[in-house]
């Protein structure tokens, strides 16, 4: 499934403003996916140590639970397409609807650690759905005009799902007397952490049956006159909707399938473009980031912070994320991606440094010394904002762009489980890495941010301002 390879726009076609405010409810109905996308990943935060304390897990077997769930995504991605080709977007939004609403009643009441892990993969499967679905239903429905701030709303979607599965921890653990295993409306208090769920999952399949499908799946199948009318909806009355069709059944016929076999080439097995996207997705990853977003609250109770102030500063760094994200968003055209990816290497170089070097010292008491714990607290914070305002979006804009056209879906779509690989490698180590030394482990996360900053500079081209076709 391709979602960027119809035919130029033109700059001043544009959905008028009436049908503006339809537009934008079509693309944050869509962008719910990416809501449980950033909930779904992140709630787990709250349920870590509960679920070492509940099923007396050592840190291998806890990180394995909680990493599971990107094999899901990984499966999850990698089929979406292929599911959205044969039956649509909106059955495939309405599948991973299901899909979401029952991991949160699963993982809400398992009888076993192994069941508990069967629903944490069936939920990492609708992220991966998704990761897939929600940003080409929106580059597919979307009036040209307004495509690239439609689109942003899957990013800003998936920050925002952060956030909130942070801040219904923080108030659940607070009704549950500060105790993750206390106890909540007849179960555990991270129990319903992990149900809760179900209210945006609902919504969201809810919401699929509110939004029309996308006119590019229709006229696949040869519902021509049902996409003429989404179209009219989308973009107006006024514009010529027979050359809007034909327009994008020309696309259609003149894109070229991409297979695995376009892939390769060069010395290394891969063409030297592949291996550079791997490279991005892979750094994006093993700089850490997701510990912050999986493991934060277990991370500053094991340097003798508070549980509910360790869950109230995991709803901070959320904070900090949507923030990073912001800023991201208003300079990525301006400033270029190379720049500000660069920018984020440096900054997370240094935030990382010094978390690393304020686990080097030992507890006293059970605690951090004061001048090493607010260290870290601020380098953590550090650390995702200028992950957030660089590598978090540009390396999503850099594998969209920088692909020849022949390549673009199948590169995406290694470089991507590249992604998903090397996320659950790291989520998987750390508790392992952090019971070895913390101190080593941010030292090692420290390294790999700083070996994205030659890495960036020699292999990476600016792609801001060029043409998709301008890729080769």
């Known amino acids: 499934m391709t979602s960027t390879a119809q035919a130029p726009q033109s700059g001043a076609r544009s959905a008028h403003p009436e049908h503006l405010g339809h537009v934008i409810f079509i693309a944050a109905a869509a962008a719910m996916g990416g809501f449980l996308f950033g909930y779904d990943s992140s709630v787990i935060n709250g349920a870590v140590e509960a679920i070492r304390d509940r099923y007396d897990v050592g840190s291998?077997?806890?990180?394995?639970?909680?990493a599971i769930a990107l094999i899901g995504c990984a499966i999850g991605a990698a089929t979406a397409g292929r599911i959205a080709d044969r039956i649509g977007r909106i059955r495939c939004m309405q599948i991973a609807a299901v899909l979401f609403?029952?991991?949160?009643?699963?993982?809400?009441?398992?009888?076993?650690?192994?069941?508990?892990?069967?629903?944490?993969?069936?939920g990492g499967f609708a992220i991966g759905m998704a990761s897939v679905i929600g940003p080409a239903y929106i580059a597919e429905v979307a009036p040209p005009a307004y495509r690239g701030r439609l689109g942003s709303f899957q990013q800003a979607a998936i920050v925002v799902g952060i956030a909130v599965s942070q801040l219904v921890n923080w108030g659940l653990l607070n009704a549950a007397g500060g105790d993750q295993r206390g106890k909540l409306m007849g179960l555990e208090a991270w129990q319903v952490m992990l149900g809760v769920m179900v209210v945006p999952a609902v919504l969201y399949g809810l919401l699929s049956f509110a939004i029309p499908e996308s006119p590019r799946f229709l006229l696949s199948v040869g519902k021509r006159e049902r996409a003429r009318e989404i179209l009219a909806e989308v973009e107006g009355k006024d514009v010529d909707l027979d050359a809007r069709v034909a327009e994008i059944e020309h696309a259609m016929k003149s894109e070229h399938k991409s297979s695995f076999k376009d892939l390769l080439g060069g010395s290394f097995f891969f063409k030297p473009i592949v291996w550079i996207g791997i490279g991005l997705?892979?750094?994006q990853q093993?700089?850490?980031?997701?510990?912050?977003?999986?493991?934060?609250?277990?991370?500053?109770?094991?340097?003798?912070?508070?549980p509910s102030d360790s869950f109230f500063y995991s709803f901070t760094t959320s904070i900090i994320n949507i923030v990073g994200t912001v800023i991201a968003m208003i300079f990525v055209d301006r400033v270029g991606r190379k720049p500000l990816a660069?920018?984020?290497?440096?900054?997370?170089?240094?935030?990382?440094?010094?978390?690393?070097?304020?686990?080097?010292?030992?507890?006293?008491?059970?605690k951090l010394p004061a001048t090493q714990g607010w260290v870290?607290?601020?380098?953590?914070?550090?650390?995702?904002?200028?992950?957030?305002?660089?590598?978090?979006?540009?390396?999503?804009?850099?594998?969209?762009?920088?692909?020849?056209?022949?390549?673009?879906?199948a590169a995406l779509g290694v470089a991507a489980s590249a992604q998903w690989i090397?996320?659950?490698?790291?989520?998987?180590?750390?508790?392992?890495?952090?019971?070895?030394?913390?101190?080593?482990?941010?030292?090692?996360?420290?390294?790999?941010?700083?070996?994205?900053?030659?890495?960036?500079?020699?292999?990476?081209k600016e792609t801001k301002g060029k043409s998709l076709e301008e890729m080769g």
């Open 422 to 460: 090397a996320n659950w490698a790291i989520t998987a180590s750390f508790p392992s890495l952090a019971e070895w030394n913390l101190s080593g482990t941010y030292v090692i996360y420290t390294i790999f941010a700083a070996l994205s900053i030659p890495f960036v500079l020699k292999f990476v």
């Open 342 to 366: 660069l920018i984020g290497s440096v900054g997370m170089v240094v935030g990382l440094a010094l978390e690393a070097w304020a686990f080097s010292y030992h507890l006293v008491d059970g």
């Open 60 to 66: 291998a077997a806890l990180a394995q639970v909680i």
């Open 101 to 122: 609403t029952v991991s949160a009643v699963g993982s809400a009441l398992p009888f076993a650690l192994w069941d508990l892990a069967f629903w944490r993969v069936i």
């Open 281 to 283: 997705s892979v750094f």
């Open 376 to 409: 870290a607290l601020i380098a953590a914070h550090l650390f995702v904002l200028f992950f957030a305002l660089s590598w978090g979006v540009v390396v999503w804009v850099f594998l969209g762009e920088m692909f020849p056209n022949k390549l673009r879906a």
């Open 286 to 306: 093993f700089v850490g980031i997701n510990v912050a977003f999986y493991y934060s609250s277990t991370l500053w109770q094991s340097v003798g912070v508070d």
